[in-house]
């Protein structure tokens, strides 16, 4: 049975890097099948799609890792198929990243451009403060 | 980005009634679109996508429909379980997003 978890600082210091792992149970992350990825929620901006990577094994495949723009280039995403885990990092955080962070399984869809998702970590607490 | 706009902001409705919750996006995203539903202190739990395919055991009474720009979620007898708040999300457009979320409560 798929299970995911989150891990990762709870407190984390404005201008450092917030940084969070999430453990696969149940499947292997390395499938054409899923994509993974994080969201977050905060009560002013609700839910929001934070990235995803693609892991399916193959040494060509290249860069497999997606983002949303609104983050600008402060997230880097990854990979570690030797412990089934996959990783998010944001740089230079503020208090306005303060928020529940989930990770996700995600299920593309032909002919969209994004995916939902149809399994969630149980979040995990990130506080931005000094 | 698509913005979803889901109305109303609360819903109270008694056990045993029906409630129809409303998703409106900014420009026509076919029929992907996903509901969840979130109860307090926990985690999303996909109930509906393609508009109108119900996730794997989620009950009867949760039906989605709609395409284009307007899509509903229906509940057609509030069991107590069901008081929660309610997400859509399109996946049409990348990237994904999320509507802000329609509470349903016990009136």
């Known amino acids: 049975q798929l299970q995911l978890r989150e891990s990762g600082a709870g407190l984390v210091k404005p201008s450092e890097t917030l940084s969070l792992t999430c453990s696969v149970s149940?499947?292997?992350?390395?499938?054409?099948?899923?994509?993974w990825g994080w969201v977050r929620q905060t009560p002013g901006k609700g839910l929001e799609w934070i990235g995803s990577?693609?892991?399916?094994?193959?040494?060509?495949?290249?860069?497999?890792?997606f983002h949303n723009p609104s983050l600008k280039s402060r997230v880097t995403l990854s990979v570690d198929t030797s412990k089934n885990q996959f990783s998010l990092s944001l740089a230079s955080v503020t208090v306005a990243d303060t928020a529940v962070y989930y990770c996700?399984?995600?299920?593309?869809?032909?002919?969209?451009?994004?995916?939902?998702?149809?399994?969630w970590g149980q979040g995990t607490l990130v506080t931005v403060s000094s | 980005d698509i913005v979803l706009t889901q109305s109303p902001a609360t819903l109270s409705v008694s056990p045993g009634e029906r409630a129809t919750l409303s998703c409106r996006a900014s420009?026509?995203?076919?029929?992907?679109l996903a509901w969840y539903q979130q109860k307090p202190g926990q985690t999303p739990r996909l109930l509906i996508y393609?508009?109108?395919t119900r996730a794997t055991g989620v009950p009867a009474r949760f039906t989605g429909s709609g395409s284009g720009t307007a899509f509903s979620l229906t509940v057609s007898s509030l069991q107590s379980e069901d008081f929660a708040i309610y997400y859509c999300?399109?996946?049409?457009?990348?990237?994904?997003?999320f509507g802000q979320g329609t509470k349903v409560d016990i009136k």
């Open positions: 996700a399984r995600q299920v593309p869809v032909i002919g969209a451009a994004a995916d939902y998702l149809d399994a």
């Open positions: 149940g499947v292997s992350i390395v499938t054409t099948r899923y994509y």
């Open positions: 990577v693609y892991e399916t094994g193959s040494p060509f495949s290249g860069d497999n890792t």
């Open positions: 420009q026509s995203i076919s029929t992907n």
């Open positions: 393609g508009a109108s």
């Open positions: 999300q399109q996946y049409n457009n990348w990237p994904a997003t």
